[in-house]
């Protein structure tokens, strides 16, 4: 449970604001904003089970190192 509420506040954290919140660390900012911004960014204020659902929907174009981040996390 916790390993999943962990993986679920990384994608909260692809804006700037969110860092501030102190939602994710800075490693999983640097492994997966980029695809949050590039691929989710319409619906990066809904939620993180919407960024989720989204970078699922999208792991064929996503960086291998968030394919990766996500696989450690069992996603």
């Known amino acids: 449970m916790l390993k999943t509420f962990a993986l679920l506040s990384l994608f909260a954290i692809a804006s700037t604001s969110a860092f501030a919140q102190g939602r994710g660390t800075p490693e ?12 989710c960014r319409s619906v990066m204020q809904e939620g993180d089970f919407v960024i989720l659902a989204c970078l699922q929907q999208t792991r064929p174009k996503i960086s291998k190192s968030c394919d990766a981040m996500l696989k450690s996390h069992g996603q």
């Open 28 to 39: 999983q900012q640097k492994v997966c904003g980029g695809d949050v911004s590039k691929y």
